[in-house]
């Protein structure tokens, strides 16, 4: 059975963050902020206004000369005069023409210019954010502001503004006019406006939340769509399918209601529009054509009155829809603007320095950390790395190992106490140059989209195709490599899907040494990877680590057998140190891991024979 919709709602709010604060309709502070992104095309935006201006006064002298040549030699039998009416009337049309494809073309360019900006900002932008806000913001979020937001942002600025501009000065044109021609039928048509007031103002907050709506249940069901597909692997082998189909089935369904809320707000409202235009146009060939019969004006105003006239009151339905996409844009600007103004959780410090040479000492004073605040991680974690030392982090899953990792690689900074790199507290530290002399192979394995040597290449862009064969002679996997279908030149798939586990992994780890860092960080190093290239990569890994400072995290203890230190992680705190050695001798938390650790055969096996254990 399907959940209330309020309570789907209700749910992703909860999980996915609240929907953009309720602003006023046409904000200028908003509009004031997208106007500063057509500043670097301003040279456009001049010619285009200037066009836009032209094409206001070419529409009511259309009009006009229509008129002019039906109630003059047209109407008198003028036959030359017809003649001579045309070609002015032709002339005016070509012109007009014209000009309505130089402005469609502009607008369309000036259009695209601003959305490529405003992408582009929006892709840097989180590039420089920092973990925790990719834990907040799902990936269908992220994706929903980048194509969809700013894509009704586009049609706000290369259609709604012009075209209205268009349609509103056409207006004021045909009113002034109207306004010479008979004043009093002016003053008819005048008397319609406070009507056509009380309806856009009606109208205009219901279809202004619908669309909000529309636009964030896009998002959500984007994000649906997003994090299913990422993890497809999961729902299958779990049989969930149908769960989540029912679920996405809600989020459509919630979608679905709120686009027709909106169709049929505007549906009411055009028409209405359009109606009040053909009442004020009855009323004045009524009241026009009275005051003809009785002799009080000539026929030649009242045509020219009446062509004006349609010119006054077509542009309302049109401004009714244009304002409509105007709200849309509005919604979808809000949301552009709202990511842009997202501040990071932290940033350097303007005094941070550029990281010139490292030499890899490594300090942790008392560290506490909390993802959560009062939820703490981490609790007085203190230990110290000497230059080329080889330091492993070991315990149960949640005893806080990947965030000291993440901690001393400056991907989070500490809640309390300090992390030192080389004397210097790394709040001092320029985080880009420290990863540059930072290089880490991650728990996931995650590749990019290319070949095999695209993501070694990864770590360093400029490396040949000498260099990037040289680390996997050194790692002892060229072989493997070469066993690939294409060798160097195999695409990986998308996140590498086209590989092994343990491929991925043996490329992760050719990555991390063409960078040749100074400090580096192994996160469950071998977890993908079979016993057999597990031996054969424990020699390879030994050259690697040699003359660097090295934090590994693993549970397969034959990877860390030979560490300078251990330290033992319970609950967010350092319970046991030294290595390995002496810990098997203290019988304590260790002890218990390595005991289990030998009683699975793993320390018999072909890995652990290459560094055999105490």
């Excluded at 008129?67 to 003028?78: E, L, M, Q």
Aim: charged residues 20%.
């Amino acid at each position: 059975m399907k959940q209330p919709r309020s309570t789907i709602k209700g749910r992703w709010a909860r999980t996915h963050g609240e929907p953009t604060p309720d602003q006023k309709p046409l904000d200028w502070v908003t509009i004031r902020r997208l106007y500063a992104f057509t500043q670097p095309y301003r040279s456009m935006r001049t010619w285009l206004v200037l066009l836009v201006i032209i094409r206001a006064l070419q529409l009511p002298l259309l009009s006009w000369m229509v008129a002019k040549v039906v109630s003059g030699p047209i109407a008198h039998r003028d036959v030359s005069g017809t003649w001579r009416g045309l070609l002015v009337l032709f002339f005016i049309v070509v012109t007009t023409e014209l000009n309505f494809v130089y402005r469609m073309r502009f607008a369309l360019r000036f259009g695209e210019s601003v959305v490529y900006d405003l992408r582009s900002a929006i892709f840097r932008h989180v590039l420089a954010m920092p973990l925790s806000f990719f834990n907040r913001m799902p990936l269908g979020r992220l994706i929903s502001r980048v194509t969809n937001d700013v894509d009704v942002v586009r049609t706000g600025i290369q259609d709604v503004v012009f075209v209205s501009t268009v349609q509103f000065g056409g207006m004021l044109i045909a009113g002034a006019m109207m306004l010479y021609y008979d004043w009093t039928l002016f003053l008819v048509v005048i008397a319609f406006v406070p009507v056509v007031w009380l309806l856009i103002r009606y109208f205009s907050a219901r279809i202004r939340q619908a669309y909000r709506e529309v636009q964030e249940t896009y998002s959500r069901f984007t994000a649906s769509i997003a994090e299913s597909v990422n993890r497809i692997q999961v729902i299958q082998a779990f049989c969930r399918q149908g769960h989540n189909d029912l679920q996405f089935d809600e989020q459509v369904s919630l979608h679905a209601a709120n686009n027709f809320k909106g169709a049929v707000e505007s549906a009411m409202f055009v028409p209405l529009l359009e109606m009040n235009g053909q009442l004020m146009l009855s009323l004045v060939i009524v009241l026009g054509g009275f005051q003809v019969c009785h002799g009080r004006v000539g026929l030649e105003p009242l045509v020219q009155f009446l062509f004006l006239s349609e010119l006054f009151f077509g542009p309302i339905p049109i401004l009714g829809r244009q304002y409509n996409q105007a709200l849309t844009a509005m919604a979808g600007a809000e949301r552009v603007l709202a990511l842009l103004d997202s501040k990071p959780d932290w940033a350097d410090r303007d005094t941070a320095r550029p990281l010139v040479e490292l030499r890899g000492q490594v300090a942790f004073r008392d560290v506490g950390f909390e993802y959560e605040p009062g939820q703490p991680v981490l609790s007085d974690i203190t230990f110290d790395i000497e230059p080329g030392q080889t330091v492993a982090l070991v315990g149960a899953t949640g005893s806080g190992k990947s965030t000291i990792t993440r901690l001393l690689s400056k991907l989070y900074l500490p809640t309390s106490g300090s992390v030192l790199l080389d004397g210097e507290d790394i709040l001092n530290i320029n985080g880009e140059t420290l990863h540059q002399r930072l290089a880490s192979v991650p728990q996931d394995n995650f590749l990019f989209g290319g070949t095999v040597a695209d993501n070694i290449r990864f770590a360093c862009p400029t490396a040949s195709d000498a260099d990037v064969r040289d680390v996997a002679e050194r790692l002892d996997v060229l072989d493997l490599i070469q066993a690939m279908p294409e060798g160097f030149a195999s695409e990986v798939g998308e996140k590498g899907s086209n590989l092994s586990l343990g491929q991925r992994q043996v490329i992760c780890f050719a990555r991390a040494m063409l960078a040749n860092p100074r400090l580096l960080v192994l996160d469950e190093a071998t977890s993908s990877v079979d016993v057999m290239t597990e031996a054969r990569l424990q020699v390879a890994l030994k050259r690697l680590l040699s003359g660097r400072t090295s934090v590994v995290v693993a549970h397969r203890l034959s990877t860390i057998l030979h560490a300078d230190q251990i330290l033992v992680l319970a609950h967010g705190r350092i319970v046991e140190r030294g290595s390995h050695a002496e810990l098997v001798r203290r019988r304590g938390v260790y002890s218990a891991l390595y005991a289990e650790f030998v009683r699975q055969g793993v320390a018999t096996s072909p890995a652990s024979a290459v560094l055999s254990p105490v």
